[in-house]
Nanobody, 123 residues
Framework: QVQVVESGGGMVQAGDSLGLSCAAS????????MSWFRQAPGKEREFVAG????????NYQDSVKGRFTISRDNQKNTVYLHMVSLKPEDTAVYYC????????????????WGQGTQVTVSS
């Protein structure tokens, strides 16, 4: 049984930094693309960042480029999202997703999702 569990969310102030982690089990982690999505109240879920199977290729939404960094540790079956210079508009529930292909930005690419972790950025 595949399990995807995010951790690390919280409430911070604008300009602060925060790190998220996502641990996946029940699968061969290194065979899957991993991504982070987010969903703000009243908005659709949107792609934030993705990383290739070996970690050599990353992909970011324009609004987070230069502020967010995605990484992975295939030995620990974990993907990370390091966020700096956070803005109130980054407030959302952040979801980790396990992908089967390279269409990073398409939710249809993802087979397994975590339950989400809340990130709240106050101004």
């Amino acid at each position: 049984q595949v399990q995807v569990v995010e951790s690390g969310g919280g409430m911070v102030q604008a300009g602060d930094s925060l790190g998220l982690s996502c641990a996946a089990s029940g699968l061969t982690f290194s065979l899957y693309v991993m991504s982070w999505f987010r969903q703000a109240p009243g908005k659709e879920r949107e792609f934030v960042a993705g990383i290739s199977r070996a970690g050599g290729v990353t992909n970011y939404q324009d609004s987070v480029k230069g502020r967010f960094t995605i990484s992975r540790d295939n030995q620990k079956n974990t993907v990370y999202l390091h966020m700096v210079s956070l803005k109130p508009e980054d407030t959302a529930v952040y979801y980790c997703a396990v992908g089967v292909g390279d269409a990073y930005r398409s939710p249809n690419n993802y087979r397994h999702w975590g339950q989400g972790t809340q990130v709240t950025v106050s101004s």
